[in-house]
């Protein structure tokens, strides 16, 4: 056997050499352990977990705020059964009663609290936590995630800032860094055939925020009336690629001192709101009585005078066929998208107060209420989130499906607890054959206390093995109408947080962590992950 020897020089070069590269390696090794992007609540409390356990943690917001839809304009918590929330959710929202010297959660109207309160528990918690935050900071647009394998290395933003993480949880209602990583997802509806669900795809009769007497979708000409879509129903049960309504929630005040009048937009055109204007002057004549503003708006009471107004009924501040692009779009699309949502929802409340073909009752009453002053001080009063219900859904390790919540409701993998209803707002406004103007997709379907798996917020294999989704999680439409309420996304959070936190340490993939330590971790931590669990404050679950 010939044994080769190196000469001095080219052995001290090699040894150089890997020196170097030792040097380079661990140089280059991400200093930070997770980073989050998206500062919604979910991303905050998934930020906030990991920090707690002394991971260093970056936090990522692409706008001006922290708390995501919790702080901008839904006031009105959709709990549910609130014994299953738990963890640092249900801590949050402790901590927000308490700012109304409140100190327990046993009713419904204890889980409310005003927007600027909840952006400052959030503000508090991660500088606390020691977490990195970041504003004004968003993705690339295209090539804005770095992968070698199945692994993201970094993530790039607009002012060409590099991120490299250990780590990676999209919290963003969008799902653009889950994109960009080229993990498998869907948008739309699916048909009844996909999942087996009853109540799957077109909703060809639905009776909730409805039109209750028929009216005609066309004008005297014949030409459809504006805000009627042009394409048809579609068929019962059938799939599409369309979008649940988006809207903005405004937090209004009848209190003087803290309103603002109604103003004219710049771009208004009432013209649009002729199919309103006619059913509303058909009320009386149909329901013996005016309408009234909670006909039109579902305004919740929260504290100082001030109302979380929501869509209500047949045409509100639910924006039909309007968002069905907006999940794949393009940054400047979606701007036009988000735009126009606003142009809608302030010309909708001025059409409401000025234009006389608004029953006068109701006129009066819309201009007894205003924009509260002292909440979105930076934006006009109007809120900065718009209420994105549903964008892209993972396809992950497990679909949560209709069956989930209403038979097979338990998960040895539990990471949280739902218990809002199948809850779906309209998807489209249609004319009929009979040529009555028709809202389509409404899904409002009461479902028990379930269990939401783990396999919702991982990737498949072969994906990533780095990368969490606590929002644009893995669900079928019909799962996700009921899984999409913010205290689910933080509790959601919560769990990918504690991932994030066992993988770092184990240093396995996100999908392979030990399910019973992630359970004990989060049972640690004050969450609810079983029917057999709840908290005392509340009642007991219905039978």
Not at 72 to 80: E, F, I, K, P, Q
């Amino acid at each position: 056997m010939t044994h080769r020897v190196l000469a001095p020089r080219l052995c001290t070069a090699l040894l150089l050499s890997l020196f170097a590269s030792s040097v380079w390696a661990e140089s280059h090794k991400p200093s930070v352990d997770l980073l989050v992007y998206g500062g919604t609540a979910s991303g905050v409390v998934t930020a906030y977990t990991a920090a707690k356990q002394g991971f260093k943690v970056v936090l990522l917001e692409p706008g001006s705020h922290l708390g995501g839809m919790v702080t901008g304009g839904l006031s009105a918590t959709d709990v549910a059964y609130f014994p299953i929330i738990g963890g640092y959710a249900r801590e949050f929202y402790r901590e927000a009663a308490a700012q109304y010297n409140v100190h327990t959660l046993a009713r419904h109207e204890n889980w409310l609290s005003e927007p600027h309160v909840g952006e400052a528990i959030f503000q508090r918690w991660l500088k606390d936590a020691g977490v990195e935050v970041h504003l004004h900071e968003r993705l690339m647009e295209t090539d804005g995630a770095s992968l070698k394998g199945t692994r993201i290395l970094t993530v790039t933003t607009e002012d060409g800032k590099r991120w490299p993480a250990k780590i990676f949880a999209d919290c963003t209602y969008e799902g653009d860094l889950m994109a960009q990583a080229h993990v498998q997802y869907t948008v739309g509806r699916e048909g009844i055939d996909v999942y087996g669900e009853d109540l799957a795809g077109v909703r060809t009769e639905t009776p909730l925020h409805q039109f209750q007497w028929k009216i005609s979708g066309y004008d005297e000409h014949g030409k459809l009336l504006p805000e009627v879509g042009s394409q048809p129903m579609g068929v019962q049960g059938s799939g599409d690629r369309k979008v649940q309504s988006y809207n903005f929630r405004l937090i209004l005040t009848d209190d003087p001192a803290n309103r603002r009048a109604w103003t004219e937009p710049k771009g208004y055109d009432g013209a649009r709101f002729e199919l309103l204007a006619r059913y509303l002057q058909l009320w009386k004549a149909h329901e013996g009585r005016e309408p009234t503003f909670h006909d039109v708006t579902n305004p919740v009471m929260i504290s100082h005078r001030k109302g979380d107004f929501n869509n209500q009924g047949a045409f509100s501040t639910d924006y039909l066929g309007k968002s069905w692009t907006y999940p794949d779009a393009s940054y400047s699309e979606r701007k036009r998208i988000w735009d126009d949502h606003m142009l809608y929802t302030q010309s909708f409340f001025w059409f409401l107060a000025s234009d006389p073909r608004v029953p006068k009752s109701l006129r009066n009453e819309v201009n007894s209420w205003g924009r509260a002053k002292d909440e979105f001080v930076d934006n006009d009063n109007w809120p900065p989130q718009l209420y994105i219900r549903e964008g892209r859904r993972m396809i992950g390790l497990y679909v949560m499906r209709e069956s989930d919540l209403q038979v097979n409701r338990t998960k040895p993998d539990s990471i949280a607890m739902g218990s809002y209803n199948s809850d779906s707002h309209n998807v489209q406004r249609v004319v009929l054959p009979d040529g009555s103007a028709r809202n389509e997709g409404d899904v409002q379907v009461a479902v028990r206390s379930y269990e939401i798996a783990f396999g919702t917020i991982i990737p498949r294999r072969q994906q990533t093995d780095n990368l969490l989704v606590p929002v644009c999680f893995s669900a079928s439409h019909v799962a996700y109408s009921s899984l999409r309420m913010e205290p689910q996304y933080m509790m959601i959070g919560q769990a990918a947080g504690d991932t994030a936190a066992l993988a770092l340490r184990s240093g396995k993939p996100v999908a392979d962590i030990d399910i019973a330590q992630l359970q004990q971790l989060l049972h640690a931590q004050g969450a609810i992950l079983h029917l057999s669990e709840r908290s005392q404050e509340g009642p007991a679950p219905p039978k």
